[in-house]
């Protein structure tokens, strides 16, 4: 496994702004990803975080509104840019070691407000 | 037909029965598979992976796979309350590298 942790742990922000949040790993990792956990409902993926080159972003979520950085192998960057309160979430990151057989592990997340 | 399909429940049991949590997916290539555990206001840990048929047992958890009919359950014996939470299934299609896709998640409610 990996030790993983986030800040901030929760915030709470005014619309329009832009949040920034740092996901940082214990040991070198192969795969970091963003998720997005809205009120009641599953993980959604955001993106993959890769290492020295732009993040590959899913369906629905483009960098303009969450532009990610990942300077090396054990740290990323997630920015919650012109905030709604549509964005109100739990975001975590996630690390693996890299393989089709690797767990993935998540970091504690980050609540965020948007008022 | 979403992706990964979980019944949201909440399911009850009495404490001390087995819990099972059913799971399906739609994509026949998908190669592993995953059930995390989720407590209200914490992030998911991973119970159990399993990437054959069959059963895997890991202390009072059993996961159980079978591709041909797109399935993936985990059983619980000797549900205790703390076992009360939301058990996601997760799966990673093939092609997929490592990125995971979830089900909306079960409630488990252990009582006493």
């Known amino acids: 496994s990996a030790v993983i942790s986030q800040k901030p742990s929760r915030d709470i922000c005014q619309r329009g702004t832009s949040l920034t949040i740092q996901c940082q790993v214990d040991?070198?990792?192969?795969?970091m990803f963003w998720y997005r956990q809205q009120p009641g409902q599953s993980l959604t993926l955001i993106a993959t975080?890769?290492?020295?080159?732009?993040?590959?972003?899913e369906s629905g979520f483009v960098i303009d509104k969450f532009p990610i950085s990942r300077p090396n192998l054990t740290f990323s960057t997630l920015t919650v840019s012109n905030m709604s309160p549509e964005d109100s979430s739990i975001y975590l990151c996630?690390?693996?070691?890299?393989?089709?057989?690797?767990?993935?592990?998540f970091g504690p997340g980050t609540r965020l407000l948007v008022l | 037909q979403k992706e990964v399909e979980q019944n949201s429940g909440p399911l009850s049991v009495p404490e001390g029965a087995i819990a099972s949590l059913n799971c399906t997916y739609s994509d026949r290539g998908s190669q592993s598979f995953f059930w995390y555990r989720q407590y209200s206001g914490k992030s998911p840990e991973l119970i159990m992976s399993i990437y054959s048929n069959g059963d895997k047992e890991d202390g009072r958890f059993t996961a159980q796979l079978n591709k041909a009919s797109q399935y993936v359950s985990l059983l619980i014996r000797d549900s205790q309350p703390s076992d009360s939470a939301t058990y996601l299934c997760?799966?990673?299609?093939?092609?997929?590298?490592?990125?995971?896709?979830f089900g909306t998640g079960t409630q488990l409610k252990v009582e006493l």
């Open positions: 040991s070198q990792v192969t795969m």
């Open positions: 975080a890769n290492q020295g080159s732009e993040a590959t972003y």
């Open positions: 996630s690390v693996a070691r890299g393989g089709a057989k690797e767990t993935q592990y």
């Open positions: 997760a799966v990673i299609k093939v092609g997929g590298g490592n990125k995971l896709t």
